[in-house]
């Protein structure tokens, strides 16, 4: 039987905040390990560590204690530009930039002096469950849970191999999570590792194949399928 290696591990994690004269300490000597082409969904109550994992997960913060490996090479190792388009983190309130919505699906490929076609824009745009008519919109003509959805497009037009959502959908309609659950799980089947936030049980239990629950610092994995 072969074994799937993992993508990213995790070693005695810890992390503490000051806060109101006093120390809180979401995460304590986690460890884990994540095989490649995982969905796994984070639940807990509010303010338990679930946002602070993923930050100190993409290098946005460091660890007061431990480490994290990607591919065999801790986070440190790595070029942080080169780390962020790998491991990708789709943050919840979308930080877009003034223009049109085409512009900022168009912003990481620029940094490197690369050009996206018409044609990818709008498929990115019909992934996420926008029009292709979008991508001359300005910003700030959409939504909140339109400016979730070109954040994602964005994200997904980097082609990362681990992509990181904090509630992605909390702004959507009904139907519209359902079709970023099935792009994003689509998008996971294509061997790509998904750690997605939620809040919600059920939907973690619909679209995660484990699910790790965040309380008191620790973390509890239950595996689903």
Known sequence: MSVIEPVLELHNLSKSYELDNRSITPLYNVTASIP??????????????????LRLLTRLEDPDSGHVVYRGRPLTE???TELRRRLHYVFQNPVLFPGTVADNITYPARLTDQTLADDTIHDLLTRVALPPSYANRTVEDLSGGEKQRVNL???LSLCPNVLLLDEPTSALDEESTAHIEAEVTAYCQQGNTIIWITHSTEQAKRIADRIWQIENGQLTEVVLR
């Open 78 to 80: 790595w070029e942080p």
């Open 36 to 53: 490649g082409g995982a969905f796994i969904a984070i639940t807990g109550p509010s303010g338990t560590g679930k946002s602070t994992l």
């Open 153 to 155: 497009a964005r994200s």
